[in-house]
């Protein structure tokens, strides 16, 4: 049996190690690398930290607009599956890569299987939202890391084919929690101490590409009478720049970082503060409050639990949430066993012997 990996940003490399672990155990797999994110930090370093398998493929598209991008991506992912033929296509998430994976699939008749399936964040602006909806109703298995994302995928018409398998993040999370803590010089290279900063992290369009946004959010990161470590991806780091923005004092810019890094920086923080929802699962796991710098999420489990707590870009309820946050004394178990790649492969190979 023959999978093809269609993995390109930072999340999707974190998602896919703990399953491609195993499946390359029973299977074979072909990674291909859609190059959606390019940068060492962003990329190379993942596939160092975690062992992920030199890429198979390295398409290179790189970033550019969501059409030219996804088109790029299409085109170059058909070739792929035209040359090696494949039984299956796995897809992670909801970036581009994610899309133009189970378009140039199901074009071609190949099995698609999602994970991570069944989010929803309810806000059609957002691509992710397109991305991830557009990929389960073309996906021929659907493995969701939540009850939560069984349900949407239910009330959508979505039953066959849905597995309920936990949350690789959380594989991933375990498996590497325990080199995290080899990584921990990380603070003091800094001059951190253990559960005396704020970590955030700011990367979304809708928040970097508005000046009002995101002067906001900054505004209220350098609020905090604590030092607050705010890695900058790429795009952030552009819009600071065109800004000309100097922060504040307690505010530090650094690099981005690579994922045991973040771990160990996440595990160790008072509070987390974030748009992201990789990060948003990751505090939880962690047992750190979580500040998210959105109206919504797709994590709707981690605020119904009370560790979570939605704020916009308003720079008012930014500084009291993160004031206010605390952890609270129970945790419910919300994303599974911590054998949700085992259980995706089990399925894997269980339909290709059909």
Request: hydrophobic residues 45%; proline residues 6%.
């Amino acid at each position: 049996m023959k999978i093809v990996t269609i993995v390109g940003a930072r999340p999707q490399f974190i998602k896919a190690a703990p399953v491609s672990r195993v499946l390359r155990q029973v299977a074979g797999e072909v990674l291909v690398h859609t190059g959606q994110h390019y940068d060492h930090q962003m990329s190379r370093i993942f596939f160092t930290e975690l062992h992920i398998p030199e890429p198979d493929y390295n398409l290179g598209v790189g970033s550019g607009s969501h059409g030219w991008q996804t088109g790029q991506m299409l085109l170059k992912i058909e070739e792929v599956l035209l040359a090696e033929r494949p039984d299956g296509v796995l897809v992670y998430g909801d970036t581009n890569s994610t899309l133009a994976g189970a378009l140039a699939a199901v074009k071609l008749h190949i099995p698609v299987a999602h994970v991570e399936a069944g989010l929803r964040s309810f806000n059609r602006r957002m691509p992710e939202e397109h991305n991830r909806v557009l990929t389960d109703h073309a996906a021929d298995l659907l493995f969701c890391p939540t009850q939560n994302a069984v349900d949407f995928l239910v009330r959508e018409g979505l039953v066959e084919g849905v597995y309920l398998v936990g949350d690789v993040m959380y594989d991933a999370f375990l498996y590497n929690s325990a080199l995290a803590g080899d990584h921990v010089s990380i603070l003091g290279a800094l001059a951190l101490e253990p559960g005396g900063y704020v970590l955030a992290t700011v990367h979304r369009p809708s928040n970097t590409d508005d000046p009002v946004r995101l002067r906001g959010i900054l505004r209220a990161l350098e609020a905090p009478g604590e030092p607050v470590v705010l890695p900058l991806h790429p795009r952030t780091a552009k819009a600071l720049a065109t800004m000309a923005y100097r922060p504040g004092a307690n505010l530090h810019l650094i690099e981005p970082v690579g994922y045991l890094n973040m771990l160990a920086l996440e595990r160790q923080a008072r509070c987390i503060c974030t748009d992201s929802g990789g990060v948003q699962k990751e505090a939880y796991m962690a047992g750190v409050p979580c500040v998210t710098l959105r109206e919504e999420t797709e994590w709707v489990e981690t605020v119904a639990a009370g560790w979570n707590v939605l704020v916009g870009a308003d720079p008012d309820r930014i500084v009291a949430a993160v004031r206010a946050a605390a952890p609270l004394e129970t945790q419910p178990a919300l994303y599974g066993d911590g054998r949700a790649a085992e259980k995706i492969v089990d399925v894997l190979m269980a339909r290709g012997q059909r």
